[in-house]
Protein backbone atom coordinates (compact mmCIF):
# COMPACT_ATOMS: atom_id res chain seq x y z
CA UNK A 1 0.00 0.00 0.00
CA UNK A 2 1.34 3.30 -0.57
CA UNK A 3 0.24 6.67 0.10
CA UNK A 4 0.86 10.04 -1.41
CA UNK A 5 1.19 13.37 0.18
CA UNK A 6 -0.09 16.16 -2.55
CA UNK A 7 1.37 20.06 -1.23
CA UNK A 8 0.03 22.79 -3.43
CA UNK A 9 2.43 26.06 -2.68
CA UNK A 10 3.21 28.98 -3.72
CA UNK A 11 7.06 29.97 -3.02
CA UNK A 12 6.70 28.90 0.75
CA UNK A 13 4.83 27.41 3.20
CA UNK A 14 4.29 28.23 6.85
CA UNK A 15 6.38 26.83 9.12
CA UNK A 16 4.04 25.45 11.79
CA UNK A 17 2.79 23.50 8.82
CA UNK A 18 6.13 22.02 7.88
CA UNK A 19 6.63 21.23 11.70
CA UNK A 20 3.20 19.44 11.29
CA UNK A 21 3.67 17.54 8.13
CA UNK A 22 7.57 16.29 9.69
CA UNK A 23 5.56 14.85 12.86
CA UNK A 24 2.57 12.99 10.80
CA UNK A 25 5.13 11.58 8.13
CA UNK A 26 7.42 10.87 11.01
CA UNK A 27 4.77 8.96 12.80
CA UNK A 28 3.28 7.16 10.16
CA UNK A 29 6.54 6.03 9.03
CA UNK A 30 7.84 4.76 12.19
CA UNK A 31 4.68 2.22 11.98
CA UNK A 32 5.61 1.01 8.88
CA UNK A 33 1.71 0.96 8.02
CA UNK A 34 2.50 1.95 4.27
CA UNK A 35 5.03 3.92 1.93
CA UNK A 36 4.80 7.26 1.72
CA UNK A 37 5.71 9.75 -1.11
CA UNK A 38 5.94 13.17 -1.02
CA UNK A 39 5.15 15.68 -3.92
CA UNK A 40 4.88 19.64 -4.34
CA UNK A 41 3.45 21.43 -6.84
CA UNK A 42 4.71 25.35 -6.70
CA UNK A 43 2.64 27.81 -9.09
CA UNK A 44 -0.46 30.58 -8.99
CA UNK A 45 -2.74 28.23 -10.57
CA UNK A 46 -4.22 25.72 -8.15
CA UNK A 47 -6.48 24.10 -10.85
CA UNK A 48 -2.90 23.34 -12.65
CA UNK A 49 -0.88 22.23 -9.30
CA UNK A 50 -3.49 20.12 -8.07
CA UNK A 51 -3.72 18.16 -11.13
CA UNK A 52 0.15 18.04 -11.25
CA UNK A 53 -0.09 16.27 -8.11
CA UNK A 54 -3.00 14.27 -8.66
CA UNK A 55 -1.33 12.60 -12.17
CA UNK A 56 2.19 12.52 -9.86
CA UNK A 57 -0.07 10.62 -7.56
CA UNK A 58 -1.59 7.96 -9.99
CA UNK A 59 2.60 7.69 -11.60
CA UNK A 60 4.11 6.47 -8.75
CA UNK A 61 1.69 3.45 -8.30
CA UNK A 62 -0.58 5.44 -4.64
CA UNK A 63 -3.57 3.73 -3.58
CA UNK A 64 -4.27 7.12 -1.20
CA UNK A 65 -3.78 10.56 -1.43
CA UNK A 66 -4.03 12.94 1.26
CA UNK A 67 -4.18 16.36 0.43
CA UNK A 68 -2.10 19.28 2.27
CA UNK A 69 -2.36 22.74 2.27
CA UNK A 70 0.50 25.15 3.48
CA UNK A 71 -1.46 26.83 5.66
CA UNK A 72 -2.86 24.45 7.35
CA UNK A 73 -2.28 22.88 11.67
CA UNK A 74 -3.27 19.13 12.00
CA UNK A 75 -2.01 16.35 14.95
CA UNK A 76 0.46 13.84 13.63
CA UNK A 77 -2.18 11.28 13.48
CA UNK A 78 -4.29 12.91 11.30
CA UNK A 79 -3.14 10.71 7.98
CA UNK A 80 -3.97 7.61 10.40
CA UNK A 81 -7.29 8.92 11.46
CA UNK A 82 -8.48 9.53 8.07
CA UNK A 83 -7.63 6.32 6.54
CA UNK A 84 -9.11 4.42 9.43
CA UNK A 85 -12.91 5.49 7.71
CA UNK A 86 -11.29 3.82 4.46
CA UNK A 87 -13.88 6.24 2.48
CA UNK A 88 -13.54 7.25 -0.99
CA UNK A 89 -13.33 11.01 -0.42
CA UNK A 90 -12.55 11.96 3.96
CA UNK A 91 -11.59 15.37 4.90
CA UNK A 92 -11.94 17.81 7.33
CA UNK A 93 -14.11 20.94 8.11
CA UNK A 94 -12.03 23.74 8.70
CA UNK A 95 -12.58 27.71 8.42
CA UNK A 96 -12.38 30.42 6.56
CA UNK A 97 -9.35 33.19 6.81
CA UNK A 98 -11.80 35.88 7.39
CA UNK A 99 -14.20 37.69 9.71
CA UNK A 100 -17.03 36.48 10.59
CA UNK A 101 -15.55 32.78 10.18
CA UNK A 102 -17.64 30.35 8.23
CA UNK A 103 -16.97 26.99 7.46
CA UNK A 104 -15.79 25.22 4.39
CA UNK A 105 -18.06 22.26 4.13
CA UNK A 106 -21.12 22.62 2.55
CA UNK A 107 -24.18 21.60 0.68
CA UNK A 108 -25.86 22.21 -2.56
CA UNK A 109 -29.93 22.10 -1.66
CA UNK A 110 -32.40 21.85 -4.30
CA UNK A 111 -32.65 25.52 -5.14
CA UNK A 112 -28.94 25.04 -6.27
CA UNK A 113 -28.14 27.11 -3.06
CA UNK A 114 -24.59 26.39 -0.87
CA UNK A 115 -25.51 26.33 2.55
CA UNK A 116 -22.64 25.57 5.04
CA UNK A 117 -22.00 23.26 7.55
CA UNK A 118 -20.81 23.86 10.71
CA UNK A 119 -19.13 21.92 12.94
CA UNK A 120 -20.02 22.17 16.20
CA UNK A 121 -19.55 21.54 20.11
CA UNK A 122 -21.92 19.02 19.83
CA UNK A 123 -20.62 17.69 16.24
CA UNK A 124 -19.23 14.04 15.94
CA UNK A 125 -18.18 11.43 13.67
CA UNK A 126 -18.94 11.34 9.95
CA UNK A 127 -21.06 13.75 7.81
CA UNK A 128 -21.57 13.78 4.27
CA UNK A 129 -21.53 16.87 2.19
CA UNK A 130 -21.50 17.83 -0.83
CA UNK A 131 -17.82 19.24 -0.53
CA UNK A 132 -15.20 20.54 1.54
CA UNK A 133 -11.87 22.02 1.41
CA UNK A 134 -8.30 20.33 0.43
CA UNK A 135 -6.71 21.82 2.97
CA UNK A 136 -6.47 18.10 4.54
CA UNK A 137 -8.11 15.54 2.58
CA UNK A 138 -7.92 11.65 1.90
CA UNK A 139 -8.75 10.53 -1.18
CA UNK A 140 -8.46 7.17 -2.75
CA UNK A 141 -6.34 7.50 -5.86
CA UNK A 142 -9.31 4.81 -7.76
CA UNK A 143 -11.68 8.21 -7.12
CA UNK A 144 -9.10 9.89 -10.26
CA UNK A 145 -9.08 6.85 -12.33
CA UNK A 146 -12.79 6.82 -12.71
CA UNK A 147 -13.55 10.40 -13.14
CA UNK A 148 -13.06 12.57 -16.30
CA UNK A 149 -10.01 15.27 -16.96
CA UNK A 150 -9.68 18.04 -16.16
CA UNK A 151 -10.26 16.58 -12.25
CA UNK A 152 -10.10 20.48 -11.41
CA UNK A 153 -12.15 23.73 -12.43
CA UNK A 154 -13.69 27.16 -11.21
CA UNK A 155 -17.00 25.94 -10.79
CA UNK A 156 -20.16 28.64 -11.56
CA UNK A 157 -23.94 28.57 -10.35
CA UNK A 158 -26.01 30.52 -12.10
CA UNK A 159 -28.95 30.29 -10.11
CA UNK A 160 -26.90 32.09 -6.89
CA UNK A 161 -24.30 33.48 -9.08
CA UNK A 162 -21.55 31.90 -7.08
CA UNK A 163 -18.15 30.71 -7.86
CA UNK A 164 -17.06 27.21 -6.84
CA UNK A 165 -13.51 26.69 -6.00
CA UNK A 166 -11.69 23.36 -7.23
CA UNK A 167 -12.25 21.55 -4.06
CA UNK A 168 -16.05 21.80 -4.93
CA UNK A 169 -15.86 20.99 -8.41
CA UNK A 170 -14.13 18.25 -7.69
CA UNK A 171 -16.48 16.98 -5.13
CA UNK A 172 -19.25 17.17 -7.00
CA UNK A 173 -17.75 15.63 -9.80
CA UNK A 174 -16.75 12.78 -8.32
CA UNK A 175 -20.06 11.86 -7.16
CA UNK A 176 -21.60 11.58 -10.50
CA UNK A 177 -18.71 10.34 -12.13
CA UNK A 178 -17.35 8.07 -9.72
CA UNK A 179 -20.23 7.75 -7.13
CA UNK A 180 -17.88 9.00 -4.07
CA UNK A 181 -19.04 10.63 -1.67
CA UNK A 182 -17.74 13.49 0.69
CA UNK A 183 -17.59 12.83 3.83
CA UNK A 184 -15.92 15.18 6.91
CA UNK A 185 -14.38 14.09 10.02
CA UNK A 186 -16.29 16.19 12.60
CA UNK A 187 -13.73 14.73 15.41
CA UNK A 188 -10.44 15.31 13.85
CA UNK A 189 -12.12 18.88 12.51
CA UNK A 190 -11.83 20.44 15.95
CA UNK A 191 -8.28 19.67 15.91
CA UNK A 192 -6.98 21.03 13.27
CA UNK A 193 -6.30 25.08 12.13
CA UNK A 194 -6.12 27.31 9.07
CA UNK A 195 -3.23 29.97 8.95
CA UNK A 196 -3.77 33.01 8.44
CA UNK A 197 -2.20 36.81 8.57
CA UNK A 198 -3.62 39.33 10.90
CA UNK A 199 -2.39 42.80 11.27
CA UNK A 200 -2.21 43.92 14.12
CA UNK A 201 -3.38 48.04 14.87
CA UNK A 202 -3.45 50.80 18.02
CA UNK A 203 -7.73 49.13 18.15
CA UNK A 204 -5.86 45.84 19.80
CA UNK A 205 -4.33 47.68 22.80
CA UNK A 206 -7.39 49.53 23.80
CA UNK A 207 -8.76 48.67 27.52
CA UNK A 208 -4.75 47.36 27.97
CA UNK A 209 -3.24 46.96 31.55
CA UNK A 210 0.06 46.62 32.65
CA UNK A 211 0.02 42.68 34.25
CA UNK A 212 0.45 43.29 37.48
CA UNK A 213 3.34 41.11 38.99
CA UNK A 214 3.20 39.78 42.40
CA UNK A 215 6.30 38.21 43.36
CA UNK A 216 6.87 35.38 45.63
CA UNK A 217 8.00 35.37 49.18
CA UNK A 218 11.68 34.59 48.35
CA UNK A 219 11.90 36.87 45.64
CA UNK A 220 10.46 39.66 47.49
CA UNK A 221 13.24 39.65 49.89
CA UNK A 222 15.71 39.67 47.77
CA UNK A 223 13.87 42.45 45.91
CA UNK A 224 14.15 44.28 49.06
CA UNK A 225 17.41 43.91 49.67
CA UNK A 226 18.74 45.13 46.72
CA UNK A 227 16.08 48.37 45.81
CA UNK A 228 16.75 49.22 50.16
CA UNK A 229 20.28 48.41 50.87
CA UNK A 230 21.67 49.50 53.92
CA UNK A 231 24.64 51.78 53.34
CA UNK A 232 27.64 51.57 55.52
CA UNK A 233 31.14 52.56 54.49
CA UNK A 234 33.44 50.34 52.87
CA UNK A 235 31.03 48.06 52.02
CA UNK A 236 29.64 47.06 48.38
CA UNK A 237 26.10 48.13 47.08
CA UNK A 238 24.17 44.51 46.25
CA UNK A 239 25.34 45.68 42.32
CA UNK A 240 28.61 45.37 43.14
CA UNK A 241 29.37 48.80 42.99
CA UNK A 242 31.89 49.97 46.17
CA UNK A 243 29.59 52.85 48.10
CA UNK A 244 31.33 56.13 48.88
CA UNK A 245 31.63 56.96 53.09
CA UNK A 246 28.81 57.82 54.61
CA UNK A 247 28.71 61.47 55.42
CA UNK A 248 28.98 62.38 58.98
Not at 14 to 22: E, G, Q, V, Y
Not at 156 to 162: A, G, L, N
Not at 177 to 190: F, P
Not at 211 to 232: C, H, L, S, Y
Request: aromatic residues 6%.
Amino acid sequence: MKVAIGLPSREQMHAATALDLASMVGRFASQGIADLALFNATGTLIVDQRAKLAVRALQTGADWLLWVDSDMRFPPESLEALMAHDLPIVGVNYVTKEHPCSPVAGRINDKKEWKKVPTLETSEGLEEVTATGFGLMLIKTDVLRKMRPPWFQIGYIQQSMRLLGEDVHFCMHAKEEAGALTMIDHDLSKRVGHIGQYMYTWRDAVGYEEPQFVPDEQIARNMEAIMAPKVVTGERHPTGRLMPEAAD
